[in-house]
């Protein structure tokens, strides 16, 4: 840690740790919350240092703009341990950098890089017994900033909160996902705010999902919004379809969350000679693959997500589902992805970061 942050940040430590009342061989996703939380206020134009704190509610003016206004922007990133007890992020300078540019589309103040990389190190190594060594788990961490200022003015907030917030976490999805093509809403616009992790853009797809939900899917794949005939990503993750031996996801845009996870898939699938393709794809062309069989594999790719297989997909009230093949491209990226992640294999693009 440099010395021109590290001596900024203060740390008041918990009388009252809640540890051991935590099952660690059963982790829900994102529910279990660790002992201390990483806040910085911004005001009259400047961040105040930061402060590590106990957990604990937030106090806000009914008039707080992040109720009226939405100005709310967050990351999801994990912290992984290995066999040693070494603590490790994966690309976390690429969330502290996406996290300003949610920041800036969202008229909201950017965080110095070093508050936002050193404060998470410093909440990390105090939080360091609430990282799972379970299969399959990690500390989920959640940076998140909002409108904190009073006013029913319609304008940019004066004041912001930055938070982040730890949760040791299991997988986000329990097995295969049915997914529905989606025909109707959309998620983002052309020159809307799709690429950026805003609360909003989440809010506005819970009315469609819980519609895909009642028809017995888990997630609505998007497409876009102006005829609905190209895939774009899905409510939490990007999207990888493989016909025959190709591997193709959709470019990113203003639409699209330029995800994290899927350039490192994009990555390590050319590095195998895997072919991959960054394209527009149509839905046409996945039910037409789906009817000839070539269509071999989809799956969904994001940190919360890592990779999830789809097992079938619904469009116009049809359903379609994937073979069930033997090896297949999302195992086999899983298992590379994840190996880097908790330091299992070398690290030859350089995308691991030591946290000590
Ligand atoms: N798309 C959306 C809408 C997401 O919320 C996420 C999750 O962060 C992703 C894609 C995947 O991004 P990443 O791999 O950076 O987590
Ligand atoms: C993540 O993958 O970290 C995300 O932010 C998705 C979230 C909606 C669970």
């Keep these: 840690m440099s010395l021109e942050v590290s001596h900024k940040i203060t740390i008041e430590k918990t009388k009252n740790s809640k540890i051991s009342q935590v099952d660690f061989n059963n982790l829900p996703f994102g529910q279990v919350y660790t002992d201390h939380m990483l806040v910085c206020d911004y005001e009259n134009g400047q961040w105040s240092s930061p402060k590590i704190v106990p957990y604990q509610n937030i106090s806000l003016d009914p008039s707080a703009k992040i109720f009226h206004y939405g100005q709310s922007i967050f990351e999801g990133m994990k912290a992984y341990k290995d066999e040693h007890d070494a603590i490790w992020l994966f690309r976390p300078i690429d969330n502290q950098k996406r996290f300003n540019i949610s920041a800036k589309r969202l008229a909201m103040p950017e965080l110095p890089e070093a508050y936002f990389i050193e404060g998470l190190e410093a909440l990390l190594l105090l939080e360091k017994d609430w990282i799972p060594t379970t299969k399959d788990s990690s500390l989920y961490i959640r940076p998140f900033m909002f409108a904190s200022g009073n006013g029913f003015h319609a304008s940019p907030s004066d004041k912001y909160t930055f938070i982040i917030a730890c949760s040791p976490s299991g997988p986000y999805f329990g097995g295969k996902l049915k997914v529905l093509i989606e025909q109707q809403y959309s998620r983002s616009a052309n020159g809307g705010v799709g690429f950026a992790k805003a609360g909003g853009n989440y809010a506005g797809q819970f009315y469609p999902t819980n ?116 090896d297949t491209y999302a195992a086999a990226l899983k298992k590379q992805i994840t190996d880097i992640q908790y330091n299992r294999s070398d690290d030859k693009f350089g995308w691991r970061h030591a946290v000590k």
């Design 211 to 326: 519609l895909a939900i009642q028809k017995g899917y888990q997630q609505v794949i998007w497409t876009d919004d102006t005829t609905h005939e190209n895939i774009e990503e899905a409510g939490a993750m990007n999207i990888f379809i493989r016909i025959n031996d190709t591997l193709v996801t959709a470019p990113t845009s203003d639409r699209i969350l330029d995800g994290i996870t899927r350039k490192s898939i994009v990555e390590l699938a050319k590095d195998q000679g895997i072919s991959v393709e960054v394209r527009t794809i149509s839905v046409h062309e996945v039910i037409e693959a789906s009817e000839n069989g070539s269509l071999k594999e989809m799956f969904g790719a994001g940190t919360a997500a890592v990779i999830s297989p789809i097992a079938g997909f619904g469009y116009k009230d049809k359903d379609f589902s994937l073979p069930e093949l033997e």
